[in-house]
């Protein structure tokens, strides 16, 4: 009977002192997951856009430099912010050190294009064509600290025998060609209309084929600018660098409007062909 009467004294004294601490919570077993009103929300990851490689685009300019249009085809390739290559002749170099100096500080690249642009020199043997493309080489490298292995053959990479390609391949060289002209030697004189129509019906042509176009163009070799009849040689060749020169603002303006991104001629651009 006591016992149970303190049994009951007890009870009281639990109930009035307000002691309601809840039982505790079950324990989750480790690697259970939370009840699903208890989880975190489960974010999924937004998928990555897919990312298309970069059209690239390679600008060259041949038989530079020269001490006045050269100047220019640098204005405009700054004012648009973009870079191009030049395909440099030793001659011109040693005429023209400040421009050549002009165009490696701005950026741009240089491709050998031998020193004379003598066709009846470089191609009379494999040997003097080798000789020539150093000769240009010693003039690049008295600027730029070295020369370079890339290398466009005047005329065209057509006009080299199988004898010639691989005394170059021994020596290092790498031969860059191009898949849309300009057709600014045009000996009857071009306009810059007709330059632009080349160059964009090249481009379309090319994306046709899935090639990055290599875009021929001059900035010409150096010549006397002065006293030359209309319609003279002379005449007309400084009517193309003058349509160059003009028709160059509209096709960059081209190229950016279809993505193109500004790339240098080097050992990894891709073949012309």
């Known amino acids: 009977m006591l016992c149970k009467y303190a049994i009951f004294l007890l009870l009281n004294l639990f109930l009035m002192t307000g002691c309601t601490t809840a039982p505790p919570a079950p324990l989750v077993p480790p690697g259970e997951p939370l009840a699903p009103a208890e989880a975190a929300p489960v974010v999924a990851p937004e998928p990555e856009a897919p990312t298309e490689p970069a059209k690239k685009v390679y600008l060259t300019f041949d038989d530079g ?3 006045y249009y050269t100047g220019l085809v640098l204005d405009v390739l700054k004012e648009y912010d973009i870079k191009a290559s030049f395909a440099v002749l030793g001659c011109n170099i040693d005429k023209n050190p400040d421009v050549f100096k002009k165009i490696l500080d701005e950026g741009h690249g240089i491709v050998n294009h031998s020193y004379s642009h003598d066709y009846k020199n470089i191609y009379s043997n494999p040997q003097a064509f080798l000789a020539d493309l150093e000769a240009c080489n010693e003039s690049i490298a008295r ?19 199988r004898e010639t390609f691989e005394l170059l391949e021994q020596n290092g060289y790498i031969s860059v060609s191009w898949n849309v002209t300009s057709a600014d030697t045009d000996p009857g004189g071009a306009s810059p209309e007709q330059i632009i129509a080349n160059v964009q019906n090249g481009i379309i042509r090319m994306e046709s084929f899935e090639k990055a176009p290599i875009v021929l163009m001059h900035d010409g070799t150096e010549i006397n600018r002065s006293k030359n009849p209309p319609g003279s040689a002379v005449a007309n060749y400084i009517r193309n660098r003058e349509s160059i020169v003009a028709a160059l603002p ?10 193109y991104t500004f790339a240098l001629v080097d050992e990894n651009t891709p073949p012309a062909w």
């Open 65 to 67: 430099p020269n001490s």
């Open 250 to 259: 509209e096709i960059i303006e081209f190229l950016m409007a279809r993505n």
């Open 143 to 161: 600027i730029r600290g070295n020369g370079v292995k890339i290398f466009r053959a005047p005329g065209g990479p057509s006009k080299l025998d």
